[in-house]
């Protein structure tokens, strides 16, 4: 409704919605109104773990505490874990500032409409 709304107060600005490939988002009935609205419609990767962060901060404390490392008990592999979150602001936070960045290819000329 807010798209159609959109694109008909201005029809001459180019839409694009990005969409994260559900499947009713793919669906014949949302795609044959995108194109009657002259909506592009921009589906992500079906699984994009560098556009969601917290798939970021797993790959490194994966990386910090589970590569090459034994727990022979889970308590001291919960514990390990538990210690490499709660350091993450003081100890590890230089190697999370680069690593879990918002750098993203951006759209030059684009103008947003929030939801």
């Known amino acids: 409704m807010l798209t159609k709304l959109a694109a008909q107060?201005?029809?001459e600005v180019p839409i694009t919605v990005v969409l994260d490939n559900a499947r009713y988002q793919r669906c014949?009935?949302?795609q044959s109104h995108a194109a009657l609205l002259k909506i592009e419609l921009l589906f992500l990767p079906p699984y994009s773990p560098n556009l969601n962060?917290?798939?970021?901060l797993w790959k490194f404390v994966?990386?910090?505490c589970l590569y090459s490392k034994y727990y022979d008990k889970f308590d001291k592999f919960q514990e390990?874990?538990?210690n490499c979150?709660?350091?993450a602001p003081t100890k590890h936070q230089s190697e999370l500032q680069s690593l879990l960045t918002l750098n993203f290819q951006t759209f030059e000329?684009?103008?947003f409409?929030?939801?």
């Open 9 to 11: 107060a201005t029809p």
């Open 53 to 56: 962060l917290i798939e970021r």
């Open 28 to 30: 014949r009935l949302v």
């Open 109 to 111: 000329k684009s103008q």
């Open 62 to 64: 994966k990386k910090k």
């Open 85 to 87: 979150l709660n350091n």
């Open 80 to 82: 390990a874990i538990s």
């Open 113 to 115: 409409m929030t939801v």
